[in-house]
């Protein structure tokens, strides 16, 4: 029998399917969230954002049941050693063993992210104080990682042999992406914050590896490797990303962030 909620205003049909597998799963959305969802889910594809995602977390949730449910695929993610969840700011590590396990292998997965064509990114929520942690990532022996350096700033990578130092400073909080298109060349791996570009390189591409995507750390053999003692509100994994395109889901994503509570 579908949820009443189904019939109190939403129509978007991921959505709708997105509530169910929350509810499924033993958690629940109220009718002012399940809204809010829609807002954001009708944007990205108003943007043709969608079409490029294999899945999108909204962490910063109403319960840790519907923040570890993808809303694109719904798939859940696990909470491996108890990550702290609270609500309406996200899952955070604890610098030690706690990590989410976000159930997607690119190299098995067969989606939208590639070894040549590819994108993921985390909205940091608190800042990580641990030098050299991983807030995410799939690969701890190459660059496919967003990193806290120990020069208090951050370093991404995304299908290439090391990460790249973005400059950014330890006080700042919001959306990092990192986004590949191409095998290598100019321009072919690109570092954004909160939209804007900070670095473009030219690493060729490295072969994904047999692991999961995790947050609050990254996969190395299978397991955590440099856990984080952040707070994420979001993480997202896909295909490439243009530069306009990365302005568009951070714009929609810091509209939804603004709308829980989230500076």
């Given at each position: ?55 999108l977390w909204?962490?910063?949730a ?83 990682e ?29 959306l990092?992406?990192a ?19 900070l ?27 440099a ?17 306009v ?6 714009s929609?994503?810091?509209t ?8």
């Amino acid at each position: 029998m579908l949820d009443l909620l189904l019939f109190s205003g939403v129509t978007d049909p991921d959505v709708k399917q997105w509530v169910q597998a929350v509810r499924s799963a033993g958690g629940r959305v109220s009718t002012a969230r399940a809204a809010l969802m829609e807002k954001l889910v009708k944007g990205l594809k108003a943007d043709g954002l969608w079409p490029l995602l294999d899945e999108l977390w909204i962490f910063a949730a109403e319960n840790g049941t519907q923040a570890r449910t993808g809303v694109k695929a719904r798939v859940l993610a696990a909470a491996v050693n108890s990550p702290p969840f609270t609500t309406n700011r996200g899952y955070a590590g604890d610098g030690l063993s706690a990590y989410l396990d976000l159930n997607i292998n690119p190299s098995t997965a067969a989606g939208r992210f590639t070894r040549n064509d590819a994108s993921y990114g985390a909205w940091i929520v608190i800042q990580n104080s641990v030098t050299g942690a991983r807030l995410m990532g799939y690969d701890g022996l190459n660059g496919t990682e967003l990193r806290y350096n120990a020069a208090a700033n951050y370093g991404m990578g995304i299908n290439s042999a090391s990460y790249t130092p973005t400059g950014i400073a330890s006080t700042s909080l919001g959306l990092m992406v990192a986004t590949r298109v191409g095998a290598s060349g100019a321009g072919s791996q690109n570092t954004y914050y909160n939209g804007a570009n900070l670095v473009a390189d030219n690493q060729a591409s490295t072969a994904l590896p047999n692991w999961n995507f995790f947050a609050l750390g990254t996969s190395q053999f299978g397991g955590i490797a440099a856990p984080c003692d952040a707070r994420l509100g979001v993480s997202f994994i896909g295909g490439s990303l243009t530069a306009v395109q990365v302005t568009s889901l951070y714009s929609r994503l810091r509209t939804h962030m603004t709308a829980v509570g989230v500076p």
